[in-house]
């Protein structure tokens, strides 16, 4: 039975922007496609407003069928309100860092301009890819019956950050991509960013050599941030483009890419766990779209605010830590469309925006398990 998740449904045929904050214009969908230059640019680009949902205050769509696309063609888009500038789809499926939004009204800052969204017109559907065209590929995906159990696994965690010692000795630092941990367990395959080392060479399977069952990439949704650790998320539905685009590549593959490393595990006996920051965020859409009800800015501004603790307890030492980034909201409920059940009910936000990212990763990427970060202070 597939997951329930009404708002992923719909974006199968519609641009949806669901829960920003109230406005006297409603939401406008900016959408074009990509035009390689210095800068890159947004070509055909063509504006149309989101209207209402039937039955909802807050969630606004405009059927991709009525906007005028190519059957068959990649779109890069972008959300607008009447008093921000262009934010990422929160729900996007494929960011794009090459093409940044270009409406930026004060006080919005010049490194809070955010990339543009991708998807594929195709038969009168809108299709994750990547900017490429490329998208998942799950053809010859075992059964997970095929797969080891929980009480059986011996789980090997990977950051997304690789070092190399060169041959003068210094350390080089760089984007392990998903095509070089591909090249840790297929003896077919060789590294990408990081071809030069041994254990990613075609003959060499050092992963399954340790006994390994199970992978656990540090998070590898799209972060704001050079690879560093990769937990200040930023587009929690999309994989990681760096992740997906090796030295040499004029775009990223990131969900042709991923998709062969889960398929490929898989087929091995592997199983792929995601690592989730579920605590705080770093450039996300919502923080522009709806700061107020998604996330709490500064927890030690009001000790009686339920979303200021740990689950630590209440007192004045234990409140949230964002380390830089900033915390979501889990106490505060609203009446509004649930993007999982698709009806109108009182809920968290955040929560709700969590579930739908983690239901787009089993879904879409056939995750077979999660590892939560920062748990206390997620405190929900």
């Not at 998208?135 to 059964?143: C, L, Q, R």
Request: hydrophobic letters at 40%; one cysteine or more.
């Amino acid at each position: 039975m597939a997951l329930p998740a009404d708002l992923l449904n719909r974006k199968q045929t519609d641009f949806v922007l669901w829960h920003a904050k109230p406005s006297a214009a409603p939401p406008v969908l900016v959408i074009g496609e990509f035009q390689p230059g210095n800068p890159p640019s947004l070509k055909n680009a063509k504006r149309f407003s989101l209207a209402p949902v039937a039955g909802f205050t807050d969630l606004f769509a405009t059927p991709a069928a009525s906007c005028g696309l190519t059957d068959g063609n990649v779109y890069h888009y972008s959300f607008e309100s009447a008093d921000g500038p262009q934010t990422t789809d929160p729900f996007a499926p494929t960011v794009d860092w090459r093409l940044l939004s270009d409406r930026l009204p004060p006080p919005f800052a010049a490194d809070e301009r955010q990339p543009a969204a991708v998807v594929q017109f195709r038969a009168g559907r809108l299709v994750p890819c990547d900017p490429g065209g490329e998208v998942a590929d799950f053809s010859g995906d075992p059964s997970p019956a095929t797969l080891p159990t929980n009480n059986h696994l011996v789980i090997y965690e990977m950051p997304t950050a690789w070092a190399n010692v060169a041959a003068t000795s210094d350390e080089d630092i760089g984007v392990g991509t998903f095509r070089d941990v591909l090249a840790l367990i297929d003896v077919n395959a060789t590294g990408a960013n990081f071809d030069n080392l041994g254990v990613t060479q075609a003959g060499k399977t050092y992963l399954p050599d340790l006994g390994i069952n199970a992978i656990e990439l540090l998070p590898p949704a799209d972060s704001f941030f050079k690879r560093d650790w990769g937990y200040d998320t930023a587009h929690f539905l999309a994989p990681d483009a760096e992740l997906g685009f090796p030295d040499g590549f004029s775009s990223s593959t990131a969900n042709q890419d991923l998709a062969a490393l889960v398929c490929t595990g898989h087929q091995k006996g592997i199983r792929f766990f995601l690592d989730v920051v579920m605590a705080f965020a770093q450039h996300e859409a919502y923080q522009t779209l709806n700061l107020d009800d998604y996330y709490i800015t500064d927890p030690g501004a009001n000790l009686s605010d339920p979303d200021s603790h740990t689950s630590r307890g209440t007192g004045p030492d234990n409140l949230r830590n964002g380390f830089g980034s900033v915390l979501f909201r889990y106490a505060k409920f609203v009446d509004a469309y649930d993007p999982i059940s698709g009806t109108q009910m009182a809920l968290s936000p955040a929560r709700q925006l969590m579930l739908s990212y983690i239901t787009r990763w089993m879904r879409d990427f056939r995750i077979d398990g999660i590892r939560m970060d920062s748990v206390e202070n997620v405190s929900n």
